[in-house]
């Protein structure tokens, strides 16, 4: 299926593994032009690399990108160099944050500097980069920003899926003030992936427990 893709340019933030890199590949091989985002450029060039090995002849440029979501000088010059150097920019996908949150502990023990954190990169980097972002989508009249999200915000076993109700609040927000620039902005809420992140996780917590 075509999925008409071909020509657009997109940004990508958590891009050097788990969800972000899937859809990286993903956007490559419609011929969609992607710069991969984080903060480690050295995993990035790793992942940029795979990722053109499995999209194959005529996908889309990949182009690694350091970037920092808590720094708005940083998305910023990010995003411009990614729309300089595509020509355009025409998606959005937000996806940097700490896998699962850092609060995962009983009210007793929740560190609230650990929850402003996660705040300041999940939401507020998502904001961060949507501001970058929105201009240049304005100048073409088109832009898909998608937010990654997570069950948890639905759930009550961790403090941190507070993060994901605010995103699901900005987005909203958000696509009533783009909507009439013909930028739509959506939140996804992804169940459990198995990422390298979650195994770390699991393993932690299995051995807490005394679990295999």
């Known amino acids: 299926m075509d999925l008409q893709l071909k020509g ?3 940004f990508i933030t958590g891009g050097s593994m788990g969800i972000g890199k899937a859809a990286a590949l993903e956007l490559a ?3 969609v032009d992607v710069a991969i985002a984080a903060r ?3 995993l990035l060039e790793e992942a940029a690399e795979e990722i053109r090995r499995a999209a194959g002849a005529g996908a889309g440029r990949i182009l690694p990108i350091s ?3 808590t720094d708005m000088a940083s998305v910023t010059a990010a995003i411009d160099k990614t729309a300089a150097t595509f020509g355009r920019l025409d998606i959005l996908l937000n996806g940097a944050a700490h896998p699962s949150g850092l609060v995962r502990a009983e009210l007793a023990d929740a560190d609230p500097q650990g929850l402003l954190e996660d705040i300041d990169i999940k939401v507020v980097g998502y904001f961060r980069c949507c ?3 929105a201009p240049h ?3 073409h009249g088109y832009g898909r920003i998608i937010n990654i999200g997570g069950l948890t915000g639905r759930g009550s076993k961790q403090l941190s899926g507070m993060r994901n109700v605010a ?4 987005t909203k927000t958000l696509s009533d003030q783009l909507g ?5 902005v959506n939140t996804i809420h992804p169940g459990v992936v198995e990422t390298p992140h979650i195994r770390e996780l699991y393993e932690k917590e299995a051995k807490k427990q005394g679990l295999t």
């Open 8 to 10: 657009k340019a997109a």
């Open 29 to 31: 091989r419609e011929g």
């Open 40 to 42: 480690r450029l050295p």
């Open 67 to 69: 970037v920092d979501t």
């Open 131 to 133: 501001k970058a972002a």
């Open 137 to 139: 989508m304005r100048r």
């Open 167 to 170: 995103i699901v609040h900005m």
């Open 180 to 184: 009439p620039d013909g930028i739509t």
